[in-house]
């Protein structure tokens, strides 16, 4: 079994552009190439798990967020990092596509996304991270068996925090969250955290 950091795409892997599936359009966040190589050098698999409910507002195509992938892949190439996996949910409750139009499970903070991808991918989720810039995102790591970390740049505004949306550290940026992982790893008594 393998080990893999889930990263959010928007707002944390890259550039937040609501709705956006313009490739022209995509940009990372500060430090993302830097740190998806770093966790790839140490034996992680790179995940994205991404909310796209535009797919079931109707605002743009399941095909779409191919060029998307496409595109973030090949920014990330610059940096010698390829993804491992896409998982993306198309639902939202509140849709106008049938039939994406329903309460799934796979819509953060719901973990089933990452449950899909460990399955999928062979992938062990006690020795696995997610990443993102909102609770939600930490809500769905947790709730899957993963250590989960936030990304602290001003994204989360409403602060609900309860035991299950406990990030193990809020990181400033994707390079801090790396190394900050990179320490756990190593085993540095420097560090502090809240996690298992
Ligand atoms: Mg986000
Ligand atoms: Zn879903």
Not at 95 to 113: D, E, S, V
């Amino acid at each position: 079994m393998r080990k893999a950091i889930f990263i959010d795409k928007d707002g944390t892997l890259i550039k937040d552009v609501p709705y956006n599936v313009d490739p022209g359009l995509i940009v990372l966040e500060p430090y993302a190439g830097k740190a998806m190589q770093l966790f790839q050098e140490q034996g992680y698999m790179l995940v994205v798990i991404t909310n796209q409910s535009g797919i079931a507002r109707g605002y743009f195509r399941e095909e779409q967020l191919e060029g998307v992938q496409q595109k973030i892949n090949a920014l990330l190439g610059e940096y010698k990092v390829l993804l491992d996996g896409f998982f993306y949910c198309p639902h939202h409750p509140e849709g106008t596509i049938f039939p994406y139009a329903i309460n799934c499970n796979c819509r953060k903070p719901n973990p089933g996304m990452l449950l899909t991808a460990a399955e999928q991918l062979g992938i062990d989720l006690k020795q696995s991270w997610m990443i993102g810039d909102i609770l939600h995102d930490v809500e769905a790591g947790n709730q899957a068996g993963c250590r989960s970390l936030l990304i602290n740049n001003g994204h989360e505004t409403e602060w609900k925090i309860n035991p299950q949306r406990q990030p193990v550290y809020v990181a400033s940026d994707l390079l801090d969250a790396a190394q900050f992982i990179t320490k756990v790893n190593q085993h540095d008594p420097t560090i502090s955290f809240t996690g298992k």
